[in-house]
């Protein structure tokens, strides 16, 4: 469980984080969304100390983060980047070992886990251990920067914005899996995208965040069946609301009513 | 072109002595070299400010020509192998370290950013991500370091350092086109090998996954 009390953030007296206060539950996957510029990435990186806050408290497990050195904070907390992010110098399956390396764990213990999270994505162990990151394609590569974060058994990831730079098709791929792997692992998962598709596809909430202040933060359902506001409206678009009302009205089979604001804003 | 061969054959082993004289100044300048401008290069990855002073000033001996650098040195430390090697010490250390450190501001930041998040110390960073993915460009300046000093080497002469200019310099004096060609031919050799041995050596540093 992860909480923020009162955090603030500012560079040159600049308030671009203005006091948030939330909670994100044991095995939520949390999505951080929010047009570029509105806080989110910084919000992400407070939580392994990244970035510091100017005032106001984060807690783990009602820990303050700041009583743990923040090297340990670190490998304790998955962290999957946008882009590449796997070190292009070493294998596959030394990018995977490095935080338990890092943290010291026993090599027989953490080659067993690797190989164990390679079949876990659908990646042969003895055919993609020895290769190195140039050797894969973009999707795959991706698919062991979402495995390498999980490697050392971390009960919290970060994930900034990990499939924006790839293809529609391996990025739907992601997707999917990330969600299967989510039920399976239960991990809390905070999950940075600009994408409103992706948000509304994977998060069991949506922390939607403008200008350093949450704008909304509920699940995917209410934020579509009722948006707070006309800002909310715009951001997830007024097709898009439709759309994903009906799928989702479908899918999940709740009911949902549809808003008079929304239905008759074509 | 038969003289030229006779008289290889028939002083073969003074020019021997006089390739391993110079193979000697050029190596022991650029080892020091080396030993000098790979970590000052690091170290001024980490201290920005004081990067550009020195980079200043080591960019202002560079552009001391090469004999007055040489002459420089007889006030100071007299004439012999000693000025020689320590004039080609100060050549050696531009390309080293400025390739040192661009090969490490180079490096992508989303890779140390990634390192950081994943929990790596400034020290770990530095060994695991940062002189791994600069080494083929530090091993880049080492070749041209090297290979500039074994042509500049031939000046060292002038001061009483010896090597191959000594053939070339001596023949001028008297001469002998002979001693002239057999002196350029060797630094030609001598230069053409290195550039070879180098460029394997830059190869093999590199990390496997980053090797073109």
Redesign the interface.
């Known amino acids: 469980m992860i909480t923020f009390r009162d955090v603030k953030k500012a560079y040159n007296k600049k308030e671009i984080i203005k006091g948030l206060n939330f909670t994100i539950n044991e095995g939520e996957l949390f999505v951080l969304i929010g047009p570029s510029g509105c806080g989110k990435t910084t919000t992400m ?1 407070m939580i ?1 100390r ?1 970035i510091d806050p100017s005032s106001g408290r984060i807690m783990i497990d009602d820990r303050d983060i700041t009583e743990k050195n923040p ?6 907390i998955g ?1 999957v ?5 796997l ?5 596959i399956a030394q990018n995977v070992a ?2 338990p390396k ?2 010291k764990m026993k090599a027989a213990e953490f080659e067993k886990r690797v190989d164990e999270l390679l079949t876990m994505v659908g990646l042969k162990p003895e055919e993609f251990k020895k290769r ?3 050797e894969l394609s973009g999707g795959q590569q991706q698919r062991v920067g979402v495995i390498r974060a999980m490697a050392a058994n971390p009960s919290i990831i ?1 994930m900034d914005e990990p499939f924006s730079a790839l293809d529609p098709i391996s990025r739907e791929q992601l997707q999917d899996e990330l969600v299967k792997l989510q039920k399976t692992i239960k991990k809390t998962i905070v999950f940075v995208t600009h994408d409103m598709d992706e948000a509304l596809k994977i998060a069991d909430r949506i922390c939607l965040l403008r200008d350093g202040e949450i704008v909304q933060l509920d699940t995917p359902e209410n934020l579509l069946a009722h948006p707070a506001n006309e800002f909310v409206i715009e951001f997830i678009g007024s097709k898009r609301l439709q759309q994903n009302l009906k799928v989702l009205k479908g899918y999940r089979d709740r009911d949902i009513e549809i808003p008079s604001e929304v239905a008759g804003n074509e | 072109m038969n003289d030229l061969l006779q008289f290889i054959s028939s002083r073969h082993s003074e020019i021997l002595q006089i390739i391993w004289q110079h193979v000697y100044i050029s190596f022991i300048s650029v080892g020091a070299g080396f030993i000098v401008a790979i970590p000052l290069g690091i170290i001024l990855t980490k201290f920005e400010k004081l990067s550009k002073y020195i980079l200043g000033f080591v960019n202002i001996i560079q552009t001391i020509p090469s004999l007055a650098l040489l002459g420089f040195m007889i006030p100071l430390l007299g004439i012999g192998v000693t000025p020689a090697i320590s004039a080609l010490f100060l050549y050696s250390l531009l390309p080293m370290l400025q390739n040192t450190y661009t090969g490490i501001k180079d490096v ?1 930041p ?2 140390t ?9 400034e020290l ?1 960073i530095l060994m695991k ?1 940062e002189i ?2 600069a080494v083929s460009v530090i091993m880049s300046g080492f070749r041209t370091a090297t290979i500039y000093t074994i042509s500049w080497a031939t000046l060292a002469s002038l001061i009483g350092g010896g090597g191959l200019g000594y053939l070339v310099f001596t023949g001028l004096a008297t001469s002998n086109n002979n001693m002239i060609i057999a002196g350029a031919l060797g630094a030609v050799l001598l230069a053409t090998l290195t550039e070879f041995l180098t460029r394997k050596l830059q190869f093999f540093a590199t ?4 090797r073109k």
């Not at chain 1, 090297?71 to 304790?76: A, G, T, Y």
């Not at chain 2, 950013?113 to 110390?121: E, I, L, V």
Request: no cysteine; hydrophobic share 40%; proline share 8%.
């Open positions: 990186k392994n990244l090297v340990q904070l670190r490998r304790d962290y980047i946008q882009q590449i992010g070190f292009p110098h070493m294998t490095l935080v890092l943290k190195y990151p140039s970060l | 992508d989303a890779l950013n990634a390192a950081k998040g994943m929990g790596m110390t770990q991500v791994p993915m990390p496997k996954g980053l």
